[in-house]
T-cell receptor, first 114, second 112 residues
Framework: NAGVTQTPKFRILKIGQSMTLQCTQD?????MYWYRQDPGMGLKLIYY???????DKGEVPNGYNVSRSTTEDFPLRLELAAPSQTSVYFC?????????????FGSGTQLSVL | GQQLNQSPQSMFIQEGEDVSMNCTSS?????WLWYKQDPGEGPVLLIA?????ELTSNGRLTAQFGITRKDSFLNISASIPSDVGIYFC????????????FGKGTLLTVNP
């Protein structure tokens, strides 16, 4: 059982380049999330999805876009990379069928924008 | 938005010592969770707390959900080298689509 899988593990971008961070889960979870982690700052929510075809902004959505065409996949798109987007990105998922749900995280994508 | 204050920011302890860290919030949460992050990995859930006043253990870890719903603490007893990592508290509310609000983390270093 793979859980939440993120690719790539590391990436270096030049300012203005674009890229897509991939996230897939094999647990049939309805809810998926993208967080970014900056040193000493905890994790901040970028975007989330409550099911295929439905996405919504989190706390820090500017500069990012997402789509959710299937239950399994939730890619995060950076259109014009900026140095402020240098961070570690984590994808997470959960079922969303009870009052309290635990999130399961992928192992992260470390992105540097130079 | 809701803010979580987690302390201490970092701890350096000797193997075998007990550790305590806590988290306070400006507003209430229905659920408190504690995660651990190893270097190069994503956070892994340690303990989830669902009721005010609840005290829950997971091996050498014990966590409590504060009576006011605005705080939680995590204790680690008899620390070992593999306890090294960053510990995060997180709060969750009903009706929030299970979104988590995270503290800034406590970096734990254990000297063998």
């Amino acid at each position: 059982n793979a859980g939440v899988t993120q690719t790539p593990k590391f990436r270096i971008l030049k300012i203005g380049q674009s890229m897509t961070l991939q996230c897939t889960q094999d647990m049939n979870h309805n809810y998926m999330y993208w967080y970014r982690q900056d040193p000493g700052m905890g994790l901040k929510l970028i975007y989330y999805s409550v099911g295929a075809g439905i996405t919504d902004k989190g706390e820090v959505p500017n500069g990012y876009n997402v789509s959710r065409s299937t239950t399994e996949d939730f890619p995060l798109r950076l259109e014009l990379a900026a140095p402020s987007q240098t961070s570690v990105y984590f994808c997470a998922s959960t079922f969303g069928t009870t009052t309290n749900e635990k999130l399961f995280f992928g192992s992260g994508t470390q992105l540097s924008v130079l | 938005g809701q803010q979580l204050n987690q302390s201490p920011q970092s701890m350096f302890i000797q193997e075998g010592e007990d550790v305590s860290m806590n988290c306070t919030s400006s507003s209430i949460f229905n659920t408190w969770l504690w995660y651990k992050q190893d270097p190069g990995e994503g956070p892994v859930l340690l303990i989830a707390l669902y009721k005010a006043g609840e005290l829950t253990s997971n091996g050498r870890l014990t966590a409590q959900f504060g009576i006011t719903r605005k705080d939680s603490f995590l204790n680690i007893s008899a620390s070992i080298p593999s306890d090294v990592g960053i510990y995060f508290c997180a709060g969750q509310n009903r009706g929030s689509n299970y979104k988590l609000t995270f503290g800034k983390g406590t970096l734990l270093t254990v000297n063998p």
